[in-house]
């Protein structure tokens, strides 16, 4: 079936430090979308991307959906402490009633 | 609108036991889904459903069943508990999707423990 990877798995980092991450896909997804999940909650979107190419922005967090479908990317910038948590990619294929999600990536950050 | 709830928040099962975990929503949105999400890892498609009366296999079905009598509610049942099946439970909802409806809305979650 359908997988993605999600990297990095964990990252620390300094508060006020700018944060990447992304997932790829072993197929071709049409939307792309970004979650975020704090301790004990259900995942909350950030972003959702729908074309390939598209860059989209939601504060101090930019998404990137890959010219190859095949990936996407995930920044924010000048990282607070409320930026702490899981963040999931998750995709979908075109007609498709289910998400792909990856494994998660665990940011920490230290004041 | 509550949105996505789920209950109970919390349960320990001893093995063979039965249950059902509650989820309802009241956006009356047409798809819901049940997730598993197992620890330091993604969420898992369990079951999911277009609509009441049509539910569908998820990436990992087995040990459970759902039923989708009313557009807002999606019961998850646990007919013999096994300790494989410990994990965090999330129910979601979402719109009948249109080109910028992609989204799903999550519910708190349902931390189950099976002894």
Redesign the interface.
Known sequence: ?QQ?N?SPQSMFIQEGEDVSMNCTSSSIFN?W?WYKQDP??????LI?L?KAGELTSNGRLTAQFGITRKDSFLNISASIPSDVGIY?CAG?DQGA???V????TRLTINP | NAG?TQTPKFRILKIGQSMTLQCTQDMNHN?M?W?RQDP??????IY?S?GAGIT?K??VPNGYNVSRSTTEDFPLRLELAAPSQTSVY?C?SRPHRT??T????????TRLTVL
């Open positions: 079936g993605l999600q939307t979308l004990g909650e259900g995942p909350v979107l959702a729908y999931f979908r009633q289910k998400l999600f990856g494994q998660g | 996505v798809y889904y997730y330091g890892m993604g969420l898992k498609l999911y277009v569908d998820g990436e999330f979601a080109a910028s992609d989204t799903q809305y999550f519910g708190p979650g």
